[in-house]
């Protein structure tokens, strides 16, 4: 009996090309225009509804309609990451080969979990591990990884695999250290994997924002006095709020000696690794058993693709790995790696595709080049912050990150009100859209933040948003 089907969800030849050729003319004039437009976007929860809530349509919709009605209030209404005057948080700079190998990879759906549905996809997520694994000194071949949907999800990864090799199923001693100044979503990890506030230890930071080793040791010995079981460190190679990057090759000593699992965030600040500066920062980074990384950070990709790199291979596969009825079909050989055996994904999409478009389109020599320029931009804003009697800086310039407050010589404001200042001209900044500049805080100082992992900011667009926030400084002081 034959069943008819009316309900194809297809458009026909002619009209996928038409739209995909709109599609693409939209995404190349973002591209093309995004440094003429504002960077920050605002909008109410009730704006937002009265433009988007409506009950799902039963009849359809021209799609030409669709699509003009996402790119007109859509698209216009999300902060733009990759914007030369996106200073906070990290910037997005994304690039445009990335972005059409992600269209590819959902375009053509490649199921990126196991070797036989697509043994391409899986070699090439080798093969750039590969290069990543060179890249940071892991060894090549007992060494291994796995991409991720971002830095949270490869810390997990990591802190899971941490726990399982060191602790087995047995983990209620368990105690595990990190920085005052680690990503929160290392505690997001630990968290989820059950472990209790009372075996986590918040190691204060000294006075450059770096792991205090002294904190550290008494830490341990006190742990191991009380019978407790010290099992994994957590350092970082570029923090957030100042891009320090930890003293890693005395924390790997620590770890050897105390055999604890040396895990390193370098989500962040990892690739610097690519430039003559970065490389001596680094130092010691090659000696962690496992290594978070984001190339949607500052390896200029676009969302999402963060990495997991691990000394060993298999203790990935030793903590993930199952074996239910529907997979026993497809193991395949122990060359062939599936990768949902890695890690806590099963369906994955093709992340490796945009890493390996990318870097075979530029030449990693390129990506040098601009993480290089990046670190000197941000080493010439501190310079020029310097020149100035209205600027104080509180942590200069460390791999792209420079944190400074509005603080001009002579000022007789208090603390409390020099905090409300720099606040103030912050708020204003954005509310302005003319950057996205948000504040941090240090030493209980309120002081702004300046991120410059983008290319294509340039010095004068660092001296433009000074000379905007002096001048909201003035209107906001004379108030």
């Not at 770096?210 to 830490?219: D, Q």
């Amino acid at each position: 009996m034959k069943i008819p089907n009316k309900a194809t969800l297809e458009l026909s030849h002619d009209e996928m090309k038409a739209y995909g050729y709109e599609v693409v003319d939209a995404i190349v004039n973002h591209f093309a225009t995004q440094n003429e437009k504002l960077p920050v976007v605002s909008g109410s929860r009730k704006e937002m509804e009265d433009l988007f809530l409506e009950d799902a349509p039963d009849n359809p919709t021209d799609p030409h309609e669709v699509l003009n009605f996402v790119l007109n209030e859509v698209m216009t209404k999300s902060n733009i990451v990759s914007h030369p005057k996106s200073y906070s948080f990290v910037p997005g700079p994304s690039n445009y080969i990335s972005a059409m190998a992600d269209s590819l990879a959902s375009g053509f759906n490649i199921f990126s979990g196991g070797w036989q549905a697509s043994p391409a996809a899986a070699e090439m997520e080798i093969v750039t591990m590969n290069w990543l694994l060179k890249m940071f000194g892991f060894p090549q071949k007992k060494g291994g990884g796995i991409f991720t949907s971002g830095g949270s999800m490869a810390n997990l990864t990591a802190l899971a695999t941490a726990r399982k090799v060191k602790c087995g199923d047995d983990f209620s001693k368990a105690v595990i250290y990190l920085s005052d100044q680690a990503h929160s979503s290392n505690i997001k990890a630990i968290r989820v994997l059950g472990f209790r506030k009372e075996q986590i230890r918040v190691i204060p930071t000294d006075g450059e924002f770096k792991f205090s080793i002294n904190k550290l040791k008494n830490a341990i010995a006190k742990d191991r006095l009380e019978g407790l079981q010290p099992f994994c460190l957590i350092a970082t190679a570029g923090t957030t709020n100042t891009g320090t990057v930890d003293p890693l090759s005395d924390l790997a000593k620590i770890c050897k000696n105390e055999e604890i699992w040396f895990h390193i965030d370098g989500a962040y600040g990892g690739f610097a690794i690519l430039s003559e500066d970065g490389k001596k920062i680094m130092k010691g980074i090659g000696k962690a058993d496992s290594l978070t990384v984001d190339p949607h950070k500052w390896f200029f990709q676009p969302y999402e693709i963060g990495c997991l790199l691990i000394k060993n291979h298999k203790w990935l596969k030793g903590t993930f790995t199952e074996k239910p009825e529907y997979l026993r079909d497809i193991e395949g050989n122990t060359s062939e790696i599936n990768f949902y055996d890695h890690g806590i994904e099963l369906t994955r999409r093709f992340r490796a595709l945009k890493f390996y478009m990318s870097v075979k389109t530029f030449g990693m020599t390129e990506f040098k080049k601009a993480i290089s320029y990046n670190i000197k931009l941000a080493e010439a804003a501190e310079n020029f912050l310097r020149t100035s009697a209205n600027w104080e800086i509180i942590s200069p310039a460390t791999l792209a990150v420079i944190n400074f407050r509005y603080n001009p010589i002579g000022n007789k404001l208090s603390e409390k009100k020099l905090d409300a200042l720099n606040q103030k001209i912050s708020q204003s900044v954005v509310n302005s859209k003319k950057a996205l500049l948000v504040t941090t805080v240090l030493n209980k100082q309120v002081v702004l933040r300046m991120c410059l992992i983008n290319p294509r900011t340039t010095l004068n667009d660092v001296k433009e948003t000074i000379a905007l926030c002096e001048s909201f400084a003035n209107q906001n002081s004379s108030n």
